[in-house]
C-alpha cells in the first residue's frame, strides 16, 4: 500500500483544484473559438478534476482512474438530485464522443453554438454548487 503524506495529499488537492480551473477555462476559449464538442469534452474534464479534488480531499489517497462524474460524486460524498444525476451523466458521454471517430460526427452535429453554451453554463453551475456544497470539507 503506498503511503501519502499530508504535503503529497495537499500537493495533489492542489493539482486537481488547478488543473480543474484551467480546464474550464480552456472549455470557454475553445467555445469561443467555436470548437464545440471540445468545448464540452473541457467541462468533462473540469468537473472529473474538481470531483478527483473532493475525492483527494476526504480519503487522503490518491483519486481513482475514474471518468464517470456520477460515480465520482458519489466517491466525494455529495447527495445528488436526479437531475444533478442525469446532467452529470449527460455530461460524461462528453468523454467518450468527443475523443472516439465513431461517436465524433454525431457529437459534432449534436455540438451546435446553442448546445455547447447550455452546458458550459450549466458545468458553470455545477462548480459553483459543488464548491459550495462539498459535504466532507473541514
Given at each position: 500500500?503506498?503511503?501519502?503524506?499530508?504535503?503529497?495529499?495537499?500537493?495533489?488537492?492542489?493539482?486537481?483544484?488547478?488543473?480543474?480551473?484551467?480546464?474550464?477555462?480552456?472549455?470557454?476559449?475553445?467555445?469561443?473559438?467555436?470548437?464545440?464538442?471540445?468545448?464540452?469534452?473541457?467541462?468533462?474534464?473540469?468537473l472529473e478534476k474538481?470531483?478527483?479534488?473532493?475525492i483527494v480531499q476526504y480519503?487522503?489517497?490518491?483519486?481513482?482512474?475514474?471518468?464517470?462524474?456520477?460515480?465520482?460524486?458519489?466517491?466525494?460524498?455529495?447527495?445528488?438530485?436526479?437531475?444533478?444525476?442525469?446532467?452529470?451523466?449527460?455530461?460524461?458521454?462528453?468523454?467518450?464522443?468527443?475523443?472516439?471517430?465513431?461517436?465524433?460526427?454525431?457529437?459534432?452535429?449534436?455540438?451546435?453554438?446553442?448546445?455547447?453554451?447550455?452546458?458550459?453554463?450549466?458545468?458553470?453551475?455545477?462548480?459553483?454548487?459543488?464548491?459550495?456544497?462539498?459535504?466532507?470539507?473541514?
Amino acid at each position: 500500500m503506498w503511503y501519502y503524506s499530508l504535503m503529497d495529499i495537499h500537493l495533489l488537492i492542489q493539482y486537481w483544484e488547478k488543473s480543474s480551473e484551467n480546464d474550464f477555462s480552456v472549455a470557454q476559449d475553445l467555445f469561443k473559438s467555436k470548437k464545440y464538442s471540445y468545448a464540452l469534452f473541457f467541462c468533462h474534464l473540469s468537473l472529473e478534476k474538481l470531483l478527483k479534488c473532493f475525492i483527494v480531499q476526504y480519503t487522503k489517497k490518491p483519486a481513482p482512474l475514474e471518468h464517470n462524474l456520477v460515480r465520482l460524486a458519489k466517491d466525494a460524498g455529495f447527495a445528488l438530485s436526479d437531475e444533478q444525476k442525469d446532467l452529470l451523466a449527460e455530461i460524461t458521454t462528453f468523454n467518450i464522443k468527443a475523443r472516439y471517430d465513431d461517436y465524433k460526427t454525431n457529437f459534432y452535429k449534436k455540438a451546435t453554438r446553442t448546445y455547447a453554451q447550455g452546458y458550459i453554463n450549466e458545468t458553470k453551475n455545477l462548480i459553483i454548487w459543488l464548491k459550495k456544497n462539498y459535504p466532507n470539507l473541514s
